[in-house]
């Protein structure tokens, strides 16, 4: 069903019809109308949402794989913030300063057996957290394909203090994800053997996946004096 702040539904039976009046704007998608954004999403308006911890027991292998990773890494309790359960994946948010150990126990105990580190990505939770908060989250799944199981690890930082130990030496795979990540999110790596760009030319300012990046209004080199103006500022289609 069409939606939204300006939605008219009168309108819209009408232009269903094909009975809209001449001086009618047909409405947008999610019935935005006048902002000459015809995808509509920038009238759709969520409440962040900060996942609660999930207390045990967990479910499935999580419980096991847990208990492994409390038995095997002393300092369990001072590494993790909190663990998160949603829609059945569970999510260990863990304290920077840890991450890089926390991952070795993941991969090398027996009983747990994380051999791969299948996706290293950056989020931003600008709304959640605020600007000065620790919006900036690097996400590590890690696959065991001994028991064919995964796991999610979560760290958040600053922006003014972006920095999180590289998990390069623990997991290859992530070489090219940590220089994404600072690449598109702006989050520092430390110890990496080269952070370089690897989406964006070197000379870029700015991290295009931060809440906060300008959409829009980039210059282009393939055609003199061309630019991509925002998303408000595009002409409407009708």
Known sequence: ????????????????????????????????????????????????????????????????????FEEAYAEHEAA????????????????????????????????LRFELLS??????????????GPRLHAVYHLTSMTFRRRIRLEVGVTTADPHIPSVTDVYPTADWQERETWDLHGIIFDGHPALTRIM??????????????PLGGVVTDYKGGASIPPPDERRAYR
């Open 200 to 213: 964006m030319p070197d000379d870029w300012e700015g991290h295009p996946q931060r809440k906060d990046y």
């Open 1 to 68: 069903m069409t939606t939204g702040p300006d939605f008219d539904p009168e309108a819209r039976l009408a232009q269903l019809s094909g009975s809209l009046p001449a001086d009618a704007s047909p409405p947008g998608m999610f019935g935005v109308t006048g902002s000459g954004d015809t995808s509509g999403f920038s009238g759709l308006q969520r409440q962040p949402w900060l996942e609660p911890p999930r207390e045990r027991p967990y479910t499935g292998y999580y419980d096991e794989v847990m208990d492994a």
């Open 119 to 132: 996706s290293l990505s950056g989020v931003d939770y600008l709304a959640r957290e605020g600007a000065e």
């Open 80 to 111: 993790v913030e909190k663990v998160v359960l949603h829609r059945g994946e569970l999510t260990v948010h863990v304290r920077r300063e840890h991450i890089n150990r926390v991952c070795q126990v993941f991969r090398d105990d027996p009983a």
